[in-house]
T-cell receptor, first 113, second 112 residues
Framework: NAGVMQNPRHLVRRRGQEARLRCSPMKGHSHVYWYRQLPEEGLKFMVYLQKENIIDESGMPKERFSAEFPKEGPSILRIQQVVRGDSAAYFC???????????FGSGTRLTVV | EDKVVQSPLSLVVHEGDTVTLNCSYEVTNFRSLLWYKQEKKAPTFLFMLTSSGIEKKSGRLSSILDKKELSSILNITATQTGDSAIYLCASFNAGNNRKLIWGLGTSLAVNP
């Protein structure tokens, strides 16, 4: 079991470009969560998805950010027109259907220059 | 608003010392409290606590939940330099969204 796989590990984007972050959950996990970690703010919930459904996106900024978890393939967190303030570590976690156990991926470190 | 507060924010000890990290929570529909250790990469799971007063133990680490006080402690005995990390506490809001509410973490540095 390869665990939760995130790629890329590091991503550098210029201001105004798009960033796409990918997360493949653990085998058998159908719940995916995205978190952002900023140095002074700790881990912040962004969005919770199940296959083809966004369950809770209360932590997502209203503009430029979107997430999906298609029937096939990884979950994608998409940030359009990135700004310097988007620089952070973005973690994905997955969990099995009905238990509390979270497993985190290694994260994607986004740097906007 | 749901919140999880950890203390202290940072701690510096010598190898061999025992440390106690604190976590208090105010979470609606509380379901469980989790402890994670974060080094340079992703948080790694340590403990999940759901019942009050039952200690969970893993080697030199142990943790207990006090639902009356809405708090939990994480103890590390005979600390080693490899214990240096950020220790994160989080709690589930077990409403429909199942999202974790995170504390800011305690940064532990263990000096030789």
């Amino acid at each position: 079991n390869a665990g939760v796989m995130q790629n890329p590990r590091h991503l550098v984007r210029r201001r105004g470009q798009e960033a796409r972050l990918r997360c493949s959950p653990m085998k058998g996990h159908s719940h995916v969560y995205w978190y952002r970690q900023l140095p002074e703010e700790g881990l912040k919930f962004m969005v919770y998805l199940q296959k083809e459904n966004i369950i809770d996106e209360s932590g997502m900024p209203k503009e430029r950010f979107s997430a999906e978890f298609p029937k096939e393939g990884p979950s994608i967190l998409r940030i359009q027109q990135v700004v310097r303030g988007d620089s952070a570590a973005y973690f994905c976690a997955s969990s099995p259907r009905d238990t509390d156990g979270y497993t985190f991926g290694s994260g994607t470190r986004l740097t906007v220059v | 608003e749901d919140k999880v507060v950890q203390s202290p924010l940072s701690l510096v000890v010598h190898e061999g010392d025992t440390v106690t990290l604190n976590c208090s929570y105010e979470v609606t529909n509380f379901r469980s409290l989790l402890w994670y250790k974060q080094e340079k990469k992703a948080p790694t799971f340590l403990f999940m606590l759901t019942s009050s007063g039952i200690e969970k133990k893993s080697g030199r680490l142990s943790s207990i939940l006090d639902k009356k006080e809405l708090s939990s402690i994480l103890n590390i005995t005979a600390t080693q330099t490899g214990d240096s990390a950020i220790y994160l506490c989080a709690s589930f809001n077990a409403g429909n969204n199942r999202k974790l509410i995170w504390g800011l973490g305690t940064s532990l540095a263990v000096n030789p």
